[in-house]
Nanobody, 115 residues
Framework: QVQLVESGGGLVQAGGSLRLSCVASRSIFTTHTMVWYRQAPGKQREWVAQ???????YYSGSVKGRFTISRDDAKNTVYLQMNSLKPDDTGIYYCNCNGPTGTSWGQGTQVTVSS
């Protein structure tokens, strides 16, 4: 089982930026899709962005143009650069991987955007 650990969350004013990190316990990026999800208070978890093993990236409509997902294979780390943050971006952000060995989730990191 792959362990995922997120970090980088915090409190930021609207319009600000944060960069989230997700470190995997072993090298999986060439075989797994890495995904960021978020869950706002009282809402269901929603898909935010993903990067496939070949490197292609995809974004939800609500974050496209503001968020960027990337990875550093040497560091087993996936990033989510979040710019122009809005109060609606508030929530717990989770890192997920899925591939031949199954799926794993991180514990989440809190992002709070104040207006």
């Amino acid at each position: 089982q792959v362990q995922l650990v997120e970090s980088g969350g915090g409190l930021v004013q609207a319009g600000g930026s944060l960069r989230l990190s997700c470190v995997a316990s072993r090298s999986i990026f060439t075989t797994h899709t890495m995904v960021w999800y978020r869950q706002a208070p009282g809402k269901q978890r929603e898909w935010v962005a993903q990067i496939r093993s070949a490197g292609s990236t995809y974004y939800s409509g609500s974050v496209k143009g503001r968020f960027t997902i990337s990875r550093d294979d040497a560091k087993n780390t996936v990033y989510l650069q979040m710019n122009s943050l809005k109060p609606d971006d508030t929530g717990i952000y989770y890192c997920n991987c899925n591939g031949p060995t199954g799926t794993s989730w991180g514990q989440g990191t809190q992002v709070t955007v104040s207006s």
